[in-house]
T-cell receptor, first 113, second 114 residues
Framework: KAGVTQTPRYLIKTRGQQVTLSCSPISGHRSVSWYQQTPGQGLQFLFEYFSETQRNKGNFPGRFSGRQFSNSRSEMNVSTLELGDSALYLC????????????FGPGTRLTVL | TQLLEQSPQFLSIQEGENLTVYCNSSSVFSSLQWYRQEPGEGPVLLVTVVTGGEVKKLKRLTFQFGDARKDSSLHITAAQPGDTGLYLCAGARGYGGSQGNLIFGKGTKLSVKP
């Protein structure tokens, strides 16, 4: 069974631009969560989607948004990029809301210049 | 305020030594997961513990969930260079929908020298 896939793996943008990251969960998994990982703050929860609806949201500004499609694939968008948005963005999937195990993808390394 | 405190932050040991990593909180978690992460990759799930006092073994790794479900430990016996990596604990508060929001410790960077 294929794992969680994320595209692209690496991305370089400049301040003020916007970016869209994509995540395909494990087949059969309907919940997708997004996390930001930085050396200073570690892994921080951004939001979770299930059945195309945002179920949970972390403490990030409105520039960070996401969506989920009917096939459970998810996208995350960051608008008006800032230097501090440089991070590894990780996507994790789980079977559904009643399941506690999350499986992570390899991440997208975003660098903002 | 870091909800999950991991210690130590860094650990450098020789092959064959034993080690323990701790994950502590003042909050109660419905479940706790341990991950290992290699540089530039996503975390790989090692184990999930859900019951207070639960002990799980994975080859040379032993995981324990505290009786009050506020803390956990990871013990590695006879460490090998292949155990090198960043070990992360992550707790879920609540059930169902709330479990999608994992709270992570800052991690323990383990280096095992041959």
């Amino acid at each position: 069974k294929a794992g969680v896939t994320q595209t692209p793996r690496y991305l370089i943008k400049t301040r003020g631009q916007q970016v869209t990251l994509s995540c395909s969960p494990i087949s059969g998994h309907r919940s997708v969560s997004w996390y930001q990982q930085t050396p200073g703050q570690g892994l921080q929860f951004l939001f979770e989607y299930f059945s195309e609806t945002q179920r949970n949201k972390g403490n990030f500004p409105g520039r960070f948004s996401g969506r989920q499609f009917s096939n459970s694939r998810s996208e995350m968008n960051v608008s008006t990029l800032e230097l501090g948005d440089s991070a590894l963005y990780l996507c994790a999937s789980r079977i559904g809301l009643g399941y506690n195990e999350q499986f992570f993808g390899p991440g997208t390394r975003l660098t903002v210049l | 305020t870091q909800l999950l405190e991991q210690s130590p932050q860094f650990l450098s040991i020789q092959e064959g030594e034993n080690l323990t990593v701790y994950c502590n909180s003042s909050s109660v978690f419905s479940s706790l997961q341990w991950y290992r992460q290699e540089p530039g990759e996503g975390p790989v799930l090692l184990v999930t513990v859900v019951t207070g006092g639960e002990v799980k073994k994975l080859k040379r790794l032993t995981f324990q969930f505290g009786d009050a479900r506020k803390d956990s430990s990871l013990h590695i016996t006879a460490a090998q260079p292949g155990d090198t990596g960043l070990y992360l604990c992550a707790g879920a508060r609540g059930y169902g929908g709330s479990q999608g929001n994992l709270i992570f410790g800052k991690g323990t960077k383990l280096s095992v020298k041959p």
